[in-house]
């Protein structure tokens, strides 16, 4: 079964700075995709980034960027220069398609709450 | 943002009685679930919808069902709401291989 840990519970970083927050995932499945997912304190889910599994290139957007290591299936997310409003929970996602179900899976860590400090 | 609303947003009930949550969206997409996020648990799949009357069962969907009448809208029901059913409920959609996109969330209390 696939699972996705994120062991970073709570971290801060200051105003301008750069934080890493750290997301590991299991699987047997060659073919997936990952995502990072943010959620500010109005609750709303929303999508950071995304980096499909056969891709090398680590993705990036703006101030986040992805440090995918495939063969150690790890996932981190990288936001440079910190804003307040990069204050929010963090979560990564892991999604694969099910060939039998021709459906979906999505298994979500437990996130990691992020503060800026000003 | 996608087209994506829930009702209701918040919802106080008391233990034993039904409740429906709806999520409704604009988007046309063929994919949308249902999640119920809890400290330290993250989020976690209740169930899912991949068509018109296509449902199935995600890891927690023991209490609840679904159903899935028309494209745009996804219903969840508490057949009889426990305490344990107090949580905030999302509903995402999604297309093919792309991000799922969230809702606003369902804040339930059941006391």
């Known amino acids: 079964a696939q699972t996705v840990t994120q062991s970073q519970p709570e971290m801060s970083v200051q105003e301008a700075e750069t934080v890493t927050l750290s997301c590991t995932y299991d699987t047997s499945e060659s073919n997936y995709y990952l995502f990072w997912y943010k959620q500010p304190p109005s609750r709303q889910m929303i999508l950071v980034i995304r980096?499909?599994?056969?891709?090398?290139q680590n993705a990036t957007e703006n101030r986040f960027s992805v440090n995918f290591q495939k063969a150690a299936k790890s996932f981190s997310l990288k936001i440079s220069d910190s804003q307040l409003g990069d204050t929010a929970m963090y979560f990564c996602a892991f999604m694969k398609h099910v060939s039998t179900s021709g459906t979906y899976k999505y298994i979500f860590g437990t996130g990691t709450r992020l503060k800026v400090l000003a | 943002d996608a087209g994506i609303t829930q009702s209701p947003r918040h919802k106080v009930t008391e233990t034993g009685t039904p409740v429906t949550l709806r999520c409704h969206q604009t988007e046309n997409h063929r994919y949308m679930y249902w999640y119920r996020q809890d400290p330290g648990h993250g989020l976690r799949l209740i169930h899912y919808?991949?068509?018109?009357?296509?449902?199935d069962k995600g890891e927690v969907s023991d209490g609840y069902s679904v159903s899935r009448s028309k494209t745009e809208d996804f219903l969840l029901t508490l057949e009889s709401a426990t305490s344990s059913q107090t949580s905030v409920y999302f509903c995402?959609?999604?297309?093919?291989?792309?991000?799922?996109?969230f809702g606003p969330g369902t804040r339930l209390l059941v006391l």
């Open positions: 919808s991949y068509g018109v009357k296509d449902t």
């Open positions: 995402a959609i999604s297309e093919s291989n792309f991000p799922q996109y």
């Open positions: 980096q499909e599994a056969y891709k090398q």
